[in-house]
């Protein structure tokens, strides 16, 4: 995927998991504490996949590129 394709899936997830909009919607507490870590979640791959170097690095190791 592009990087503009992975950035409109992130902001579409965050607007999703965000737990101050899940609060506004009235969310329990449980679902805003699992949103919370999907959320988490997100934002790590977010961080891998919008960075070029940490990209290639993942590519290879799903490949078996490392310690294969």
Aim: net charge positive; no cysteine.
């Amino acid at each position: 995927a592009s990087f503009e394709e992975v950035k409109k899936r992130y902001r579409e997830l965050v607007k999703k998991y965000h737990p101050d909009i899940l609060m506004g919607r009235g969310e329990s507490e449980e679902m805003i504490e699992r949103s919370t870590r999907k959320l988490q979640e997100i934002n790590e791959a977010y961080q891998v996949l919008s960075d070029d170097q940490k990209r290639q690095q993942y590519d290879m190791y799903r490949k078996g590129g490392v310690g294969a």
